[in-house]
């Protein structure tokens, strides 16, 4: 078959999957947190080692627990924020996603985006979800129980054939079957 529908009203469970993946896999931001906690700990070495005084180990170690407590913390307030508004924007909308050879279409009764295979950067098969990037922030997700015509594997061979390739003459078509929890 040469196409795949998909049809879903909003789960909250896929949409937390969805941004829990974008925050923790595939945003550059969230190597920058893990760079400054990882600096927090240096400092707080380096501090033992050189520091006699127990004033600014304590200060160091302290402040390298809180960063290193603090970032993820923000990471999941972030994003059950993010979901629990779109949840209040989105709870009975019902989307159709329509994937084939010429396009990949969003649509719900609010209006319908359509994308060409050459705007998607990459796509993420999860156990139960796909994650369809349209550039570097930006995606679509497909739950994979809400597909009525077509199979997974039918979108593979579809973006194996029109994603664009890297330099390699790949696409970034990944396939990863643990499990995110939402």
Known sequence: M???IAVSTYDKKAHKAFYKFHMLKKSKS????YAVCLMMVGLAVSNTIEAPNITNITFSW?????????APTLIFWKVNSIVNQEADQRKDLVETIEINKVRIERKSEKGRIIYNWSDIESIYEQEEY??????????MLVIKKDIKEGSVEDLEK???KYMNKNKKGKVKYKK???????
Do not use: W
Not at 30 to 33: G, L, P, V
Not at 62 to 70: C, D, N, Q, S
């Open 62 to 70: 302290t402040l390298a627990a809180f960063t290193i407590l603090l």
């Open 158 to 160: 579809l973006a194996l």
């Open 30 to 33: 969230t190597y920058f947190i």
């Open 176 to 182: 990863n079957k643990k499990v995110i929890k939402a």
């Open 2 to 4: 040469d196409k795949l």
């Open 130 to 139: 796909i994650f369809i990037y349209v550039g570097e922030k930006t995606g």
